[in-house]
């Protein structure tokens, strides 16, 4: 499986942005789906999850009702709808797949594949 991450950039606080992960494979639409975060100098952190359905959602309570993940599995890409950015949103963001049934599903051990990431820069 690879995972192509893009969409992030220089936004504004307060504004907007969307991040999509395009991966690779015919059984993208078996996966589950997550997106972490890691700022300078602080540990990778969990955003969201979506179940291989999209039925399912988990989000970080930072970002809760901010951020909104999706997926679409005929393009076999998942996406996180970011608005009311911040400064702390200052990151970069990685998309990963979770191949297996995990009673978890917030740890980066939690996923087997990993795209590269895609900075976002929040200026206030």
């Known amino acids: 499986v690879q995972l192509q991450a893009s969409g992030g950039g220089l936004v504004q606080a307060g504004g907007s942005l969307r991040l999509s992960c395009a991966a690779s494979?015919?059984?993208?639409?078996?996966?589950?789906m997550g997106w972490f975060r890691q700022a300078p100098g602080k540990e990778r952190e969990f955003v969201a999850t979506i179940s291989w359905s999209g039925s399912t959602t988990l989000y970080a309570d930072s970002v809760k009702g901010r951020f909104t993940i999706s997926r679409d599995n005929a393009k076999n890409t998942v996406y996180l709808q970011m608005i009311s950015l911040k400064s702390e949103d200052t990151a970069i963001y990685s998309c990963a797949a979770r191949t297996r049934p995990r009673n978890s599903r917030t740890r980066a051990q939690d996923y087997d594949y990993w795209g590269q990431g895609t900075q976002v820069t929040v200026s206030s």
């Open positions: 494979g015919r059984t993208f639409s078996s996966y589950g």
